[in-house]
T-cell receptor, first 111, second 116 residues
């Protein structure tokens, strides 16, 4: 079953603007990960944040995690047309850390 | 970094036939691999957890007799879609985690299955 919800479902912005995507989940987690998927392709791991971390940066990416609210956000700064893709959050649970994915946000960055 | 190879990348088969999809960890050993299914413009749904040397663990609602999983070695898991029907047409993706890694998973490039 799906773990969480993401919003917005679709986001369209101009190149250079920042894009913020949110993810909520329902159960306790080991960690939360964000992935990117270009149309019809496999997933690319972007960033992982552990349950005891609150914020993490990687290049133009900034991820926050609020375990009290069971939510996370992904911020892409200074967006580029090449950032156009679907972005998914996934929560890792249990001993196997099996991952459940959110519904995803389809991001379109217009040049 | 860790690489997961998935084969084939696409396959077309006739209704009633079986199709095997392979997922290999190329430069690491994976005791656990995961199989997902993704319909167009939807998210990934976990189908099953594949454990090396033991039976796979299937998610609720996934028919284990239809989606056969074999994890015979530490670098290979296979998913066989048996007696395929057009509604089985989907994008199937596997993933694996490198032991000792930071819990980040590496995904295969996916297999587009079309049943005609």
């Amino acid at each position: 079953s799906q773990q969480g919800e993401e919003d917005p479902q679709a986001l369209s912005i101009q190149e250079g603007e920042n894009a913020t995507m949110n993810c909520s989940y329902k159960t306790s987690i080991n960690n939360l990960q964000w992935y990117r998927q270009n149309s019809g392709r496999g997933l690319v791991h972007l960033i992982l944040i552990r349950s005891n971390e609150r914020e993490k940066h990687s290049g133009r990416l900034r991820v926050t995690l609020d375990t009290s609210k069971k939510s996370s956000s992904l911020l892409i700064t200074a967006s580029r047309a090449a950032d156009t893709a679907s972005y998914f959050c996934a929560t890792g649970r249990g001993n196997n850390n099996d991952m459940r994915f959110g519904a995803g946000t389809r991001l379109t960055v217009k040049p | 970094g860790a690489v997961v190879s998935q084969h084939p990348s696409w396959v077309i088969c006739k209704s009633g036939t079986s199709v095997k999809i392979e997922c290999r960890s190329l430069d690491f050993q994976a005791t656990t691999m995961f199989w997902y299914r993704q319909f167009p413009k939807q998210s990934l749904m976990l189908m099953a957890t594949s454990n090396e040397g033991s039976k796979a663990t299937y998610e609720q609602g996934v028919e284990k007799d239809k989606f056969l999983i074999n994890h015979a070695s530490l670098t290979l898991s296979t998913l066989t879609v048996t007696s395929a029907h057009p509604e089985d047409s989907s994008f199937y993706i596997c993933s694996a985690r490198e032991p000792g890694g930071n819990y980040g998973y590496t995904f295969g490039s996916g297999t587009r299955l079309t049943v005609v």
